[in-house]
C-alpha cells in the first residue's frame, strides 16, 4: 500500500506542500476542491475553467513525482445547492485529470419535505424517525445519489469513496452498502478508523465486513481517542465544539495518540486481506499540536505500520 497525505491541513502554500511531501517519502495526496475543505491547494474554478493553470498545477505535482490519488469534495450535496455545485465542479475536474477516485460524503437530507435542516437520525424512537428514515432514504437519497452516479460516470470517474462519518446518511459499512444495493457499485467506502472509534464501532470487523462486498474504496489514515474523565460519566455523543477539545467525550488525534502502531498494523493487514492493496490517505486534525508536528507524528507510526522505511 502507498503513504499519501490528504493535504487540506498541510498549512503551506502549494509547492511548498508539494516538496513536504516529496521529503517525506509521500507517494500520492489527496487534493481538497472545497466544499467542507478549504481548498488551500486548489482553486476549482480556476483549474476547471484555465487549461495553461490547470495544466500548470498538475505539472508541478507530477514532477516532483506525485500521484493524485484522488480529488475530494466532502458535503453535503443533498441539502445544499452550492455544495452540489462543488461536487459537479470536481467531477468536471477529475475528467480533465484522468481522475478516477472521487473521496466525499454522502449528504444528509432535512427530516421532511419544506424543511431546510439536515437530520441524523441515530435511534429508532420516537416512532417519527422511521417516517424521516423512509423520506430521507427512499424520496431523496437514492434519486439524488442515483443522479450523481451518472454524473461521475460520464466524467469517467469509476470509484465514489464515501467517508463514514458522523451526521452523514451513510456512516458505517451497513448504511454504505444500502445505498450501493441502490446505485450501484460506483459507490464504496473511504474507511477511516476515527469516526467508527467514536461511534462504538470496530474499524478491523468494517473492513471485513465491506470486504466481503469488494467496497473498500479508500483509507484514511486518522485516528481518535475516547477521553475518559468526560466519556465515562457522559458516553460518547459529545455536541461541544472540536477546538474545546479539553472538555470533550472523544477528540482527533494524532495517529498513534489513540491506537499505538501494533492496531494499525492489524487494521492495514486485514485491509489487505479484505481486498484493498491502494493508498493510506493520512488525515491530521488534532488540534493540541501543531499541523506540522502532528503530521510529522503520524506519519512516523503509519511508516512503522506499513513497513516503510
Not at 199 to 211: K, N, S
Not at 283 to 303: C, I, P, Q, Y
Request: some cysteine; hydrophobic content about 40%; glycine content about 8%.
Amino acid at each position: 500500500m502507498k503513504l499519501a497525505i490528504k493535504t487540506c491541513t498541510l498549512d503551506m502554500p502549494y509547492e511548498q506542500m508539494l516538496d513536504f511531501c516529496v521529503e517525506q517519502r509521500i507517494a500520492a495526496i489527496e487534493i481538497g476542491t472545497g466544499n467542507w475543505s478549504g481548498a488551500p491547494h486548489c482553486d476549482l474554478d480556476l483549474l476547471v475553467s484555465d487549461r495553461t493553470a490547470r495544466e500548470q498545477w498538475y505539472d508541478a505535482m507530477r514532477a516532483r513525482g506525485l500521484e493524485l490519488c484522488a480529488l475530494n469534495c466532502s458535503g453535503n450535496p443533498l441539502a445544499y445547492e452550492q455544495e452540489m455545485d462543488v461536487t459537479k465542479k470536481t467531477f468536471a475536474l477529475a475528467q480533465m485529470l484522468g481522475v478516477k477516485k472521487i473521496v466525499m460524503m454522502s449528504g444528509l437530507p432535512a427530516g421532511c419535505k419544506g424543511d431546510k435542516t439536515p437530520v441524523w437520525i441515530t435511534t429508532s424512537w420516537p416512532p417519527e424517525t422511521q417516517e424521516i428514515l423512509a423520506y430521507q432514504w427512499d424520496e431523496v437519497a437514492i434519486p439524488a445519489w442515483k443522479e450523481i452516479v451518472k454524473m461521475a460516470a460520464d466524467c469517467g470517474v469509476e470509484k465514489i469513496a464515501l467517508e463514514n462519518h458522523g451526521m452523514q446518511l451513510v456512516y458505517n459499512p451497513e448504511t454504505c452498502l444500502r445505498l450501493r444495493e441502490a446505485v450501484g457499485p460506483m459507490v464504496g467506502m473511504n474507511l477511516d478508523p476515527s469516526h467508527l472509534f467514536w461511534m462504538g464501532g470496530d474499524p478491523i470487523e468494517a473492513a471485513r465486513v465491506l470486504g466481503e462486498h469488494g467496497a473498500i474504496y479508500h483509507v484514511h489514515g486518522k485516528d481518535s481517542r475516547p477521553e475518559r474523565r468526560y466519556w465515562q460519566p457522559n458516553g460518547m455523543l459529545d455536541t461541544k465544539p472540536i477546538d474545546a477539545f479539553a472538555k470533550r467525550a472523544w477528540n482527533y488525534v494524532a495517529v498513534g495518540a489513540g491506537h499505538d502502531a501494533k492496531w494499525w498494523k492489524e487494521f492495514f493487514s486485514v485491509v489487505r486481506m479484505s481486498g484493498y492493496d491502494d493508498e493510506i490517505s493520512l488525515e491530521m486534525e488534532d488540534l493540541t499540536m501543531s499541523m506540522l508536528d502532528g503530521h510529522l507524528a503520524s506519519l512516523h507510526v503509519l511508516r512503522e505500520a506499513l513497513n516503510i522505511v
